[in-house]
């Protein structure tokens, strides 16, 4: 499956292909009167050439060794002597000749994509360099002996400030690529943002975008892929909304399908996993029954819940809005905390906004992160400021590095670290648009827990759903090493314990373990045969890491993002995975947690729809 990777990567930065069996879409027609260029999704004609592409998206699913196929493809360029020029103050960009390749990943992976080159690259064959933190190229001649540039979307976003000045320009923008590879593309799928105006400005003589994902929760997130790899016509999104989204959202669904699998079928390569000889993957829903307390105390809540959507809609607190929907959303988090850790949820702590002595001015502070985490859990948020996207596998580094943190309003907008870092040293207030401004809070991007009381082993009071894990795993032979992911870590303590008392060694990575430790308790999960479980929560474990020495894995919660879900279960499902893999979802049933599963369903529907039968195509005829 590599070779067939490697070819079809070659031939695409060979450019367009104008022979009529093949599957780009441009035919070029010629007749005695007029030759002209047929565009064979939309059917429309031009006289002059398209301009030229060469790239496209890597979309096969996780696990599949996408990195690897990059490499390959890098390791594959001539060796010749490298023309390193760079523009001037013409503003014009040097020829790419052999350039390096400019990879760019979240920084997580800047550690995986060295332990792979060092695996797979030949010594001496490849040089590669990274452009990161106090590790930054600054002198031209860096470049002549390098094969691989890496790099992270922050950095470069960073940097885009530079390039205004041409004094002081940034060598990232100033170079013409031989390549640039986005890793985890679909960071920026809001077109926008200040990441994606920044990696699109970027010149490279081919471009290629990395993910998994190409198709999170709409037909946009393509589109914000197609205008960084500059695929002419569809680069313009009003073009690509013309011929393809509108379509789908008046309904002839047959005719945008078939337009959107016409597209893809030349740019992108997304196969099944059956494509490659891994272990058999048995996935499996496990429903959980509540005890009678705990139905009784969730009904309860619920109840409250369905009450509070009343008031907003029909009762006098209309006028509150805001206030009655951020009371929904609180609910909604103790619903979902009930299902995972029952009565030792403290229902004090969600005392609605509506419910306090004063409803106009409560501790925005007290709320702000619970809803904070619902909203980017849900859809993800926007930063006000640069509209860079924010979901759950959003990366920063240490936090505790930091004194700032990002900022959530009362009105619900979000401006992320960067931005408010900026408006601090400009001494510029951050503004939400409102006259008064609403009262805003610092939010983490890894605090992966809801308020309340700590969980400890004097005070547990153990859930039906972490009880049948831990009866699940206490089962198991002792050299079976198991990964238990959940999106809160007040779950993963009440695990903790529960492991702990049936004499379960356990090791946790969350957003509260150092950058500077997070290595060496993988490499204990990985190397000490008496650990057997690794606790690990979603926002630290959906990208980035290779866990292929375990092969079970435990989902306490679904998400209500299914690529989310199938990102954490391909660190065990993916190449290098020698036994067979099991996957248990967990979920109660008679709960809103049904609920979410359905919304998973009709979001993978969608991909189905629109990536399943082209994977097929690409796989039969390549």
């Known amino acids: 499956h590599q070779k067939q990777a490697l070819t079809f990567m070659m031939q695409r930065e060979r450019g367009w292909d104008y022979e009529a069996a093949s599957m780009d879409y441009w035919d070029y027609v010629e007749s005695t009167q007029a030759s002209f260029f047929v565009n064979r999704i939309s059917g429309a004609y031009q006289e002059h050439e398209p301009t030229q592409f060469r790239g496209g998206v890597v979309g096969d699913p996780m696990g599949l060794g996408k990195s690897l196929s990059m490499i390959a493809l890098v390791a594959m360029d001539a060796k010749g002597e490298r023309s390193r020029r760079v523009s001037q ?159 789908w959202k008046s309904g002839d669904i047959d005719e945008a399908v078939r337009r959107l699998k016409q597209l893809s079928g030349c740019l992108l390569l997304r196969r099944p996993k059956t494509v490659i000889s891994l272990p058999t993957r048995k996935d499996l829903r496990f429903p959980v029954e509540f005890n009678l307390a705990e139905r009784e105390f969730y009904d309860n809540l619920k109840n409250q819940a369905l009450a509070h959507i009343d008031e907003a809609c029909y009762g006098e607190t209309q006028a509150y809005g805001l206030s009655s929907y951020i009371n929904v959303i609180q609910k909604i988090n103790a619903l979902r905390m009930i299902c995972n850790i029952g009565l030792h949820y403290d229902s004090r702590h969600s005392l609605s906004v509506t419910e306090r002595p004063n409803k106009r001015e409560y501790d925005w502070s007290t709320v702000a992160q619970e809803t904070f985490n619902l909203q980017r859990e849900m859809d993800g948020l926007v930063c006000s400021g640069c509209q860079s996207p924010c979901d759950i596998t959003t990366t920063t580094t240490d936090e505790s590095e930091s004194q700032l943190r990002p900022q959530f309003t009362q009105c619900l907008v979000f401006t992320c670290t960067s931005c408010v870092q900026r408006a601090t040293h400009a001494d510029k207030p951050l503004m939400c648009g409102h006259s008064p401004a609403h009262p805003a809070a610092s939010v983490s991007l890894t605090t992966e827990e809801a308020t309340g009381a700590a969980i400890t082993a004097k005070n547990i009071i153990m859930s039906s759903k972490v009880s049948a894990l831990v009866m699940q795993l206490s089962a198991l032979p002792s050299d079976v090493k198991c990964i238990v992911f959940s999106s809160w870590r007040t779950t993963l303590d009440l695990v903790q314990v529960g492991l702990d008392k049936a004499s379960i060694l356990n090791v946790r990575f969350d957003g509260k373990v150092p950058q500077k430790q997070r290595k060496s308790v993988i490499d204990k999960f990985k190397r000490d045969p008496t650990v057997r479980v690794l606790l690990l929560t979603l926002s630290c474990g959906a990208v980035g ?5 375990a092969s079970r894995a435990y989902l306490m919660e679904p998400h209500w993002n299914p690529t989310i879900e199938e990102q954490a279960l391909a660190r065990i499902h993916r190449l290098g995975q020698k036994k067979e893999v099991t996957t248990v979802r967990f979920y109660v049933k008679d709960t809103f947690e049904e609920r979410v599963l359905e919304l998973q369903e009709s979001k993978k529907q969608l991909e189905e729809v629109l990536l399943e039968h082209n994977g097929k195509q690409q796989t039969d005829s390549r």
Not at 122 to 150: A, C, F, P
């Open 89 to 247: 103050g013409d503003g014009n960009v040097a020829e790419p000749a052999t350039m390096p390749s400019l990879v760019i990943v979240p920084p997580p992976l800047l550690d995986s994509w060295e332990e792979q080159l060092s695996q797979h690259v030949k010594k001496g064959h490849m040089t590669w360099r990274r452009h990161y933190d106090k590790q930054k190229l600054t002198e031209l001649d860096n470049l002549s002996e390098i094969d691989i540039v890496l790099t992270t979307y922050h950095t470069l976003t960073a940097e885009t400030g530079a390039r205004s000045s041409s004094t002081n320009k940034s060598i990232m923008f100033s170079t013409c690529w031989k390549r640039i590879i986005l890793d985890e593309a679909h960071v920026i799928r809001n077109p926008a943002s200040q990441m994606a105006r920044a990696m699109c400005a970027l010149e490279g003589h081919s471009r290629w975008a990395v993910t998994g994902t190409p198709i999170q929760n709409r037909i946009g997130d393509l589109a914000a892929l197609l205008k960084f790899l500059r695929v002419h016509p569809y680069d313009d999104p009003k073009r690509f909304d013309t011929d393809i989204a509108k379509l």
């Open 545 to 549: 890491l290779t866990l292929t020495e």
